[in-house]
């Protein structure tokens, strides 16, 4: 069901609330005691309620009353619930209710149901309305059987405004507790917000129980009435205090209240124990006597006999979990396991256990929590604090702790400490809380080759090449990756997993393979990636990857209560990587920055690493490890220090001289060095070459990097035949534009806008008519929008620059006037006068004062020197416009505009061999650059 909000911030789930009674278990189990509802009144030791005053409290849940009275080994749970249905999505969700039980254990009693309609009680009962019995197992596809029982009926005449109340109860007589109690319940608190809530246990007198509610919340001591102790708890309690996210879990979770005849770790271990032996669980000459002896003929060596066990229960029996044999605590016998081939943990837990022992290794079957399992500390002993099974075995003296319901494990990977903290192992003389002690990894979950060929330029896409070696756990999900996986899939498989590595990139070739022996799966692909430049100017950065770099550490602990609260370090994780990368060929002269590390401790991550430089090779080697450690709090100063230290020493390639930027290159050595890339793209797109994705990404790199505007349109043709867009159509018309094709150019420009009718199409649409020399046309679709904020001021830059190219320079500076009357000071449109007034020579004498206050109302913005420029020029000032080009292009090195400019003053002051290479650059970089500028009256020179 979906989440209803009961007002204020706290989501609760409506089927949750109506089957209150919450008993945690292990992994989840004939005797049926009731598989019919009972109805009748509510039991005698049941306290009323005030339901009027909850009513009038007019919440959303009006009222969640739960009383539990403990007593011969019966659990006794009696729940009032009354919700208002306030909304439609309300009213879908309890329209019908559901009630499920497990017959196993005892019966459902049903006490009444009823609407509440403007002070009119309709008892749903009254006229022989029963509840429907399914049998039906909810939780199947998450490999579940849990035998519940599910009472249902659909209410009848139900409406939004009505409070639907209902109470019932259940009966628990748990056959593996052997007479023992447990009531576990969260407890609600603010800002949840109810009419009137609380849970009341009661237990006879001379009962020995034990309670507590966890996080610091107030508890009073239990009363005696009638003969019985009552403990109980109103809702909601005070707002818990907020924890930072970075704390141990067991400091976030919500408030726990429990209660249970359980004295001590040991009495529920001595209790649960007897359930989990072994002894005369495997037949001689049995089936799983076979397979133990197939492992002892394999090997002499007890922890390669323990991985070869694991191997099997993982590996050859699947994941069910079956509560239709006697609840959720007792087992499968292992046999039955083998015969079946799936079971649960408790079922996987035996079958290894019984293993294990037949071949004469130390073992115990334990009881973990697997999610903030460093909690269990802190709560009260009872079973119902776990929720899965493991396997505990000693070998040569040293713990290992092996979970039957994972996948991959080997002998490389078996030394692993699962995330569970701590462990009750089950031992027939009882046993206390073990802490399942963390160490260092002797392999890596993910050992990663990467190779990086930026040879081709500092600007090109990069080739790469990675090798990615998984295993243990983080391996399983590579099983089902087989022969018959399509080539498109793997590949694309192999680009998501990259993207960690490399970052944005594609796939041309790619293969996965999975070993059942070592549990090792590999990822081996090539592909092209982004280039790892950072480029500033005329020097260039890079950064190499490794998982060690940006390493930080700062726990939040803004607020003074938090100060003492200890950090949670991940894990446990353990990544290598081998890192070559070949830098680009010129004249670049590289100098490597950063420090080496040695088994570095940094905020609980273990950091080794080396880099070295030899010639344009780049070589960098890490190693990085972290286990689930807790960080006290006066340990936070060192290892923040550490990080920064570690962080400032991050390894970086520094070109300062000679980085030669990818319109500097001749069509000849372009050529030459886009080879293997567009061999590449050929691979990339020959894998789907009907997919237009790949065609228009093709398209763009050919366009961008090589001018062959002739073969980006043809691949943007193919694109279009194959997924028609008004993008795709307006990339294309800017590709015949810059290939000279201008009429085809036009026709894709009114198609796209067609297509689109929006003002980004319109304003393509309208420059492409200019070039093509119908102003007046452009002009008047421009005048068919009527725009405002940001799009009306761009709206009006077209506008003036299109009138002055009809020589009415004059009403085109009055739009920008009249906008900026409007919004004075705004430096994109101070910008645009001081381009309007340079390019059609408009008021010249007025134009430095202008351009000068644009250039320092944008804080020196590229494009609006760029601008002054342009009036420099127009003035005569060839110096003081190449001044402005040279400090626009030291910020924006592409800007076609100030590069064409540069080359016609530099032809203009004699300098022509200067003067023609810059217009080369501009003519690479936006070929319709000698057209545009063409339109100001600005020929390109001879």
């Known amino acids: 069901m979906h989440d209803i909000k009961i007002r204020g911030r706290y989501q609760v789930k409506l089927h949750e609330l109506l089957c209150a009674t919450a008993v945690v278990a292990v992994c989840a189990s004939p005797a049926y005691a009731g598989e019919e509802v009972i109805y009748e009144a509510a039991p005698a030791w049941v306290e009323p309620v005030d339901f009027d005053a909850a009513l009038a409290k007019d919440e959303m849940l009006v009222l969640f009353d739960r009383q539990v009275r403990m007593e011969d080994g019966v659990v006794h749970d009696y729940l009032d619930i009354a919700y208002k249905i306030e909304t439609p999505q309300a009213l879908t969700q309890l329209g019908t209710v559901q009630v499920p039980w497990l017959p196993d254990k005892g019966d459902l009693f049903v006490h009444n149901l009823e609407i509440v309609r403007d002070g009119e009680v309709i008892d749903l009962l009254a006229n022989g309305g029963d509840f429907d019995v399914l049998r039906r197992e909810q939780q199947l596809e998450s490999r579940s059987l849990d035998g519940m029982l599910t009472?249902?009926?659909?209410?009848?005449?139900?409406?939004?405004?009505?409070?639907?109340?209902?109470?019932?109860?259940?009966?628990?007589?748990?056959?593996?507790?052997?007479?023992?109690?447990?009531?576990?319940?969260?407890?609600?608190?603010?800002?949840?917000?109810?009419?009137?809530?609380?849970?009341?246990?009661?237990?006879?007198?001379?009962?020995?129980?034990?309670?507590?509610?966890?996080?610091?919340?107030?508890?009073?001591?239990?009363?005696?009435?009638?003969?019985?102790?009552?403990?109980?708890?109103?809702?909601?309690?005070?707002?818990?205090?907020?924890?930072?996210?970075?704390?141990?879990?067991?400091?976030?979770?919500?408030?726990?209240?429990?209660?249970?005849?359980?004295?001590?770790?040991?009495?529920?271990?001595?209790?649960?124990?007897?359930?989990?032996?072994?002894?005369?669980?495997?037949?001689?000459?049995?089936?799983?006597?076979?397979?133990?002896?197939?492992?002892?003929?394999?090997?002499?060596?007890?922890?390669?006999?323990?991985?070869?066990?694991?191997?099997?229960?993982?590996?050859?029996?699947?994941?069910?979990?079956?509560?239709?044999?006697?609840?959720?605590?007792?087992?499968?016998?292992?046999?039955?396991?083998?015969?079946?081939?799936?079971?649960?943990?408790?079922?996987?837990?035996?079958?290894?256990?019984?293993?294990?022992?037949?071949?004469?290794?130390?073992?115990?079957?334990?009881?973990?929590?697997?999610?903030?399992?460093?909690?269990?500390?802190?709560?009260?002993?009872?079973?119902?604090?776990?929720?899965?099974?493991?396997?505990?075995?000693?070998?040569?003296?040293?713990?290992?702790?092996?979970?039957?319901?994972?996948?991959?494990?080997?002998?490389?990977?078996?030394?692993?400490?699962?995330?569970?903290?701590?462990?009750?192992?089950?031992?027939?003389?009882?046993?206390?809380?073990?802490?399942?002690?963390?160490?260092?990894?002797?392999?890596?979950?993910?050992?990663t080759r990467v190779s990086i060929d930026q040879s081709a330029g500092f600007?090109?896409?990069?080739?790469?090449?990675?090798?990615?070696?998984?295993?243990?756990?983080?391996?399983?999900?590579?099983?089902?990756?087989?022969?018959?996986?399509?080539?498109?899939?793997?590949?694309?498989?192999?680009?998501?997993?990259?993207?960690?590595?490399?970052?944005?990139?594609?796939?041309?070739?790619?293969?996965?393979?999975?070993?059942?022996?070592?549990?090792?799966?590999?990822?081996?692909?090539?592909?092209?990636?982004?280039?790892?430049?950072?480029?500033?100017?005329?020097?260039?950065?890079?950064?190499?990857?490794?998982?060690?770099?940006?390493?930080?550490?700062?726990?939040?602990?803004?607020?003074?209560?938090?100060?003492?609260?200890?950090?949670?370090?991940?894990?446990?994780?353990?990544?290598?990587?081998?890192?070559?990368?070949?830098?680009?060929?010129?004249?670049?002269?590289?100098v490597l920055r950063g420090t080496d590390a040695d088994a570095q401790m940094v905020g609980g991550s273990r950091i080794t690493r080396t880099a070295t430089l030899d010639g344009n090779m780049l070589r960098v080697r890490s190693d990085k490890a972290e286990i689930p450690v807790e960080i006290p709090a006066d340990e936070f100063a060192v290892n923040r220090r550490a990080a920064n230290k570690l962080k400032s020493g991050d390894y970086?390639?520094?070109a300062n001289e000679g980085v030669t930027r990818y319109w500097e290159y001749s069509p000849e050595e372009v050529a030459k060095r886009m080879e293997g890339i567009e061999d590449a793209l050929d691979q990339y797109v020959a894998l789907d070459p009907d997919d237009a994705d790949r065609l228009s990404l093709r398209a763009g790199m050919i366009g961008t990097y090589t001018y062959d505007y002739e073969a980006a349109a043809r691949d943007l043709t193919r694109a279009i035949d194959e997924k028609p867009s008004a993008e795709l159509y307006a990339v294309r018309a800017q590709t015949y534009a810059n290939a000279g094709e201008w009429e085809r150019a036009l026709d894709d420009a009114l198609y796209a806008y067609d297509l689109q009718g929006d003002f980004a199409m319109a304003a393509q649409l309208a420059d492409i008519q200019a070039k093509n020399g119908d102003v007046e046309g452009a002009l008047a679709l421009l005048e068919e929008f009527d725009l405002g904020g940001d799009d009306r001021v761009a709206q009006a830059q077209l506008r003036a620059?299109?009138?002055?190219?009809?020589?009415?320079?004059?009403?085109?500076?009055?739009?920008?006037?009249?906008?900026?009357?409007?919004?004075?000071?705004?430096?994109?449109?101070?910008?645009?006068?001081?381009?309007?007034?340079?390019?059609?020579?408009?008021?010249?004498?007025?134009?430095?004062?202008?351009?000068?206050?644009?250039?320092?109302?944008?804080?020196?913005?590229?494009?609006?020197?760029?601008?002054?420029?342009?009036?420099?020029?127009?003035?005569?000032?060839?110096?003081?416009?190449?001044?402005?080009?040279?400090?626009?292009?030291?910020?924006?090195p592409n800007m076609a505009a100030s590069r064409y400019l540069k080359g016609v003053i530099l032809s203009e002051q004699g300098r022509k061999k200067e003067g023609r290479e810059e217009i080369a650059y501009a003519k690479r970089l936006a070929p319709q650059v000698v057209r545009q500028y063409a339109l100001y009256g600005i020929e390109q020179p001879e």
């Not at 052997?178 to 809530?197: H, I």
């Not at 899965?388 to 494990?409: F, K």
């Not at 609006?864 to 000032?877: F, Q, T």
């Open 459 to 590: 600007d090109y896409p990069a080739l790469f090449d990675i090798d990615v070696k998984v295993q243990g756990a983080m391996a399983a999900r590579f099983q089902n990756i087989d022969d018959t996986t399509e080539e498109d899939e793997i590949t694309a498989f192999a680009s998501q997993y990259a993207s960690d590595i490399v970052g944005d990139n594609i796939v041309f070739q790619a293969d996965i393979e999975y070993d059942e022996d070592t549990g090792i799966a590999r990822v081996i692909a090539k592909g092209l990636t982004s280039t790892w430049w950072d480029i500033d100017r005329n020097s260039a950065t890079l950064t190499p990857y490794t998982s060690s770099n940006g390493m930080t550490f700062s726990p939040d602990r803004a607020r003074r209560e938090w100060r003492d609260i200890p950090y949670q370090v991940g894990g446990p994780l353990r990544l290598t990587e081998q890192v070559e990368i070949r830098l680009p060929e010129g004249n670049a002269d590289y």
């Open 151 to 447: 009472a249902t009926m659909a209410i009848p005449g139900l409406r939004v405004g009505d409070v639907l109340r209902m109470r019932r109860s259940t009966t628990t007589r748990d056959q593996a507790l052997n007479g023992e109690m447990q009531v576990l319940q969260g407890v609600f608190a603010e800002p949840a917000e109810l009419g009137f809530g609380r849970m009341v246990v009661t237990w006879p007198e001379g009962t020995a129980m034990r309670y507590q509610v966890t996080r610091d919340v107030a508890l009073a001591e239990p009363e005696t009435v009638d003969g019985y102790r009552r403990l109980a708890i109103e809702f909601p309690v005070d707002e818990l205090d907020e924890m930072p996210g970075d704390a141990p879990a067991r400091y976030q979770q919500a408030s726990l209240l429990q209660v249970g005849t359980y004295r001590s770790w040991e009495e529920v271990s001595a209790k649960m124990a007897p359930h989990f032996s072994t002894e005369g669980s495997i037949t001689p000459g049995g089936d799983v006597a076979r397979e133990v002896a197939s492992i002892e003929a394999q090997t002499d060596v007890p922890l390669e006999r323990a991985a070869l066990a694991l191997q099997v229960v993982q590996d050859r029996i699947a994941y069910l979990l079956n509560g239709l044999d006697g609840g959720n605590y007792l087992p499968q016998q292992p046999e039955q396991t083998w015969e079946l081939r799936y079971g649960d943990c408790k079922a996987k837990s035996m079958l290894l256990l019984a293993m294990l022992r037949e071949m004469g290794i130390k073992s115990e079957a334990v009881l973990v929590r697997s999610q903030a399992g460093d909690w269990v500390r802190e709560m009260l002993p009872m079973p119902g604090d776990f929720d899965h099974m493991i396997v505990h075995a000693t070998i040569d003296g040293e713990d290992y702790w092996l979970d039957g319901t994972n996948a991959g494990i080997r002998l490389s990977t078996i030394g692993e400490v699962p995330r569970f903290f701590y462990a009750l192992p089950l031992r027939e003389g009882g046993a206390e809380l073990v802490r399942m002690d963390q160490r260092w990894q002797d392999t890596p979950d993910r050992a």
């Open 801 to 892: 620059e299109l009138e002055g190219s009809a020589g009415r320079a004059d009403d085109g500076f009055a739009m920008i006037e009249q906008i900026l009357t409007e919004r004075p000071g705004d430096a994109q449109l101070l910008n645009a006068k001081c381009w309007h007034m340079g390019t059609w020579r408009y008021k010249l004498d007025e134009a430095e004062a202008v351009c000068s206050e644009a250039v320092q109302t944008s804080s020196y913005d590229a494009s609006v020197l760029d601008s002054r420029a342009m009036a420099y020029y127009r003035l005569g000032e060839f110096d003081k416009a190449l001044k402005d080009i040279d400090a626009a292009l030291s910020k924006e």
């Open 652 to 654: 970086k390639v520094r």
